[in-house]
């Protein structure tokens, strides 16, 4: 049975998305590491201990178990911090298996972080090391040239892209600005997209949606996502707050916590200054299992990302059923296609946006049609679906690694 261990150092991946530092990429490795294990694989989920409080060994699933390790201070850090303690990180690692007599035949690292310690342990390891970034920082700096991304963050993204054995990316857009932007071999690089929970994700009548949430009746919009500019909620504000009041849709923000990075208060400032706070809602973060709920209650989804690797948020509404207002970013359009599931629009200003979501609120004919759509456009990113492409990559490197390790993997 072949034993998977997964690097996640900055973030827990059963940390609440929407909350510093959690997001698509806490989704993307728990549900993955879910799916690998009904596939008879057993995974290891290493973090960094950020409470003291917090259980060492947290099994979220058959086969599937969350391992925090010291590393630092027991308590949150910013994310240039926590690579000072990636040496303590990767020490405590090999203590653990050793303490408990563990060998891995795989290592999955996520986020440049993660990747850093992947390196270090594949070279006393010597098992195949795949890497997946999420997002990149010399891409994140083409999309918000004022958020500047370290040199530090790109040097080891574009380092460990040379010495993995297999890069993932989860878009063709990634995979392409990945080949333009590091100096990465292109065989290195294998395009696996992300999944979704089709069981959980599914539509549920609006009414009954609203009814549970205590939501009024009229047409709302929800945000959902991490509270940082390269979001774009502010540009969405803004949007809704040049439209007439009595024909102005309540917007639903969900995301954030008060440890947050100020993005919060600057959105409810925006909010005041236009007059709108009134129409505007913000919930905060909310358990994942919770926000088929909130999709299902909006009339649209609007994601105005100024970069997206991929876009999980829009790909839960979808299977909800719901229609996507989206920015054409990023890994947005390897699913949402205007005019079928969506809504694109091109330009990051507010008139744009706001008549973007005009035209959906105002032609329900259109909305019919891209609600009718959108679950089964991406039907065929299950989760399922998603880990076997992965155990096809471990088996394709494992063979590579022969004869040193016998592969059991099953697809």
Known sequence: MCRIAMLSVHTCPLAVPGTKDTGGMNVYIRELSRALTKKGMLVDVFTRCTDPDQPRIVEFDEGARVIRLKAGDLSPADKLAV?????????????????????????????????????????????????????????????????????????????????????????????????????????????????????????????????????????????????????????????????????????????????????????????????????????????????????????????PSYYESFGLAALEALACGVPVVAARVGGLTSFLSDGLNALLFNEHRPETLRSTIQRLMGEPALHATLAQNARQSISHLAWDAVADKVIALYRELCKQHAPRQVCTCRV
């Open 83 to 303: 690579l000072n303690y990636l040496p303590e990180f990767v020490c405590n690692l090999r203590h653990f298996t050793e303490e408990h007599d563990l060998t891995y035949q795989f290592l999955h690292s996520h986020y440049w972080l993660s990747s850093w310690a992947g390196e270090i342990l594949n070279s006393r390891w010597n098992v195949p090391h795949v890497a997946m970034f999420h997002t990149l920082g010399a891409l994140k700096n083409e999309a918000r040239p004022a958020e500047r991304e370290s040199w530090l963050r790109i040097e080891v993204e574009g380092r460990v892209m040379n010495s993995a054995d297999a890069v993932v990316a989860a878009t063709e857009h990634e995979c392409r600005h990945m080949l333009q932007l590091y100096p990465v071999s292109p065989e290195r690089v294998r395009i696996i997209p992300c999944g979704v929970n089709l069981a959980q994700f599914r539509p549920i009548s609006r009414q009954t949606a609203r009814a549970v949430l205590g939501l009024p009746e009229g047409p709302i919009l929800l945000f959902v996502g991490r509270m940082e500019p390269l979001k774009g909620a502010d540009l969405l504000l803004r949007a809704v707050g040049g439209l007439p009041e009595g024909r102005r849709p309540r917007v639903l923000v969900v995301g954030g916590d008060p440890q947050g990075n100020g993005e919060e208060a600057r959105l409810r400032a925006i909010a005041r200054d236009l007059s709108i706070e009134q129409s505007v809602h913000f919930v905060g973060a909310i358990r994942h299992d919770l926000l088929p709920l909130y999709y299902n209650s909006a009339d649209a989804c609007v994601v």
